[in-house]
């Protein structure tokens, strides 16, 4: 059974640019939650999904961030207009649908903003 | 916030016990406490959970005291793959999310 699948591992965009990180999550997983880790910080969660709903957006900046979990296809996280500041690593992890299963963790996408 | 706390860092010799303390004292009565590790540069690390009973599995065991407000994560012959973060983490009952803190910085030597 493949784990949480996140790709790119690594990407580089220039200032004001977009980056879109994306999530499969694992077999039978409906639940996806974003995280994000800043160079030498702990994870903070950004956003919680499942398909085709956003639960918990509470941890997303208000501006620029948005993700998705369609119905069909991986979730995307998406950043707009890139800035230094998003530097960092993105982690997404899945869940089954019962509340309380496991929460699994993908290997995480690096970005670098130039 | 996380609703726990944690020694900022830990050192073990490879082949003893790790036991790693973990305060939660605000935990309610249905929220689990699970245990994660970050190794460096990879993905959290799903280590084990619990309710109120002491749980084991072939990574780890989990001692929680009979009030719950506290608990202990055991790595029974740590080894120096085993040098990592270790989060401890009281799972949002409402909500379902991880809130991470700030971990334990557990360092294994030869």
């Known amino acids: 059974n493949a784990g949480v699948m996140q790709n790119p591992r690594h990407l580089v965009r220039r200032r004001g640019q977009e980056a879109r990180l994306r999530c499969s999550p694992m077999?039978?997983?409906?639940?996806v939650y974003w995280y994000r880790q800043l160079p030498e910080e702990g994870l903070k969660f950004m956003v919680y999904?499942?398909?085709?709903?956003?639960?918990?957006e509470s941890g997303m900046p208000k501006e620029r961030f948005s993700a998705e979990f369609p119905k069909e296809g991986p979730s995307i996280l998406r950043i707009q207009q890139v800035v230094r500041g998003d530097s960092a690593a993105y982690f997404c992890?899945?869940?089954?649908?019962?509340?309380?299963?496991?929460?699994?963790f993908g290997e995480g996408s690096w970005l670098t903003v130039v | 916030d996380a609703k726990t706390t944690q020694p900022t860092s830990m050192d073990c010799a490879e082949g003893r016990a790790a036991n790693l303390p973990c305060n939660h004292s605000?935990?309610?009565?249905?929220?689990?406490v699970y245990w994660y590790r970050q190794i460096h540069s990879q993905g959290p690390q799903y280590i084990i959970h619990?309710?109120?009973n002491n749980e084991t599995n072939e990574m780890a065991s989990l001692i929680i005291t009979e009030d719950r407000k506290s608990s202990t994560l055991i790595l029974p012959h740590a080894t120096l793959r085993d040098t990592a973060v270790y989060y401890c983490?009281?799972?949002?009952?409402?909500?379902?999310?991880?809130?991470f803190g700030t971990g334990t910085r557990l360092q294994v030597f030869p």
């Open positions: 992890a899945s869940s089954p649908s019962v509340l309380r299963n496991t929460i699994y």
């Open positions: 077999k039978g997983h409906s639940h």
């Open positions: 999904l499942q398909k085709e709903n956003i639960i918990d």
């Open positions: 605000t935990i309610s009565g249905n929220e689990y």
């Open positions: 619990g309710l109120k």
């Open positions: 983490i009281v799972r949002d009952s409402n909500t379902d999310k991880l809130i």
